[in-house]
């Protein structure tokens, strides 16, 4: 199962409009993130995780042909509003695109983007079937994936877990149920937006605690803000745990 790292960054992207801070202004291409996605390829399925208002620019960027099926974690902008870039994989693809959410996820995209989902328009639109997740569970193409629910303050949206992978953006809090179903992982990529508290986001000391209790061989640091220098962060981080970045490979 090979993932690839489409965007490390926080809804803002990195660098923020206007800001001439230490980052934002920073000639490192590791400081320069996109909105929150991962692309995960397994038995020759391209399963995208959120589809963020930089779909086109991640797609142009990294040579993405192919997308299978969607998952999607919340409907924040950053995690949606490239929705409609999805149309173009509609024609490589020459067939519709799956999308999975929670019953309340599929009810805000169908209302929110009621265009996509009308039978006749005049206009190109995406091709997309709409798949509420029963039982935190979906089987696609043999392919067996859960649905981790977390907290993003007081809301209850889904992380993902595909074999030995898990993929918890936009996190405050973990429900003890859902400790259960990460025992085991041996990768695990998490939010961590800032050093400073923020009411819906994981800390970088409240990620690396998680990832001291889950124990996977690998942690990896996503949604990560503009208060966050790459090499500073990595210089001071445990061997196992890494800040992710925008074109990050690797396989489990």
Known sequence: MKI???GSGTSTGVPLIGCNCEVCTSE????????????????????LIDTTPDLRTQALKFNILKIDL??????????LFGIDDLRMFNY?????????????????ITTRFDYIFKKKTQSSKPDLIPNIIIDNKINFKNIDIQSVPVFHGNQLINGYRIKDLAYLTDVSKIPEESFK??????????????????PTHLTVAKAIEISNILKPKFTYLMHMGHKIEYEKLSACLPPNIFPSYDGLTFEI
């Not at 490192?28 to 399963?47: F, M």
């Not at 085991?184 to 508290?197: C, T, W």
């Open 4 to 6: 690839l790292v489409l």
């Open 28 to 47: 490192n291409p590791k400081n320069k993130r996109l909105r929150p996605s991962i692309l995960i390829t397994e038995n020759d399925v391209n399963c």
């Open 70 to 79: 969607v998952l999607y974690t919340h409907t924040h902008a950053d995690h």
């Open 92 to 108: 490589i693809n020459k067939g519709a695109i799956p999308i999975y959410a929670s019953e309340k996820d599929i009810e805000t």
């Open 181 to 198: 179903l990460l025992q085991g992982i041996k990768v695990l990529m998490i939010d961590a937006l800032r050093y400073d508290e923020h």
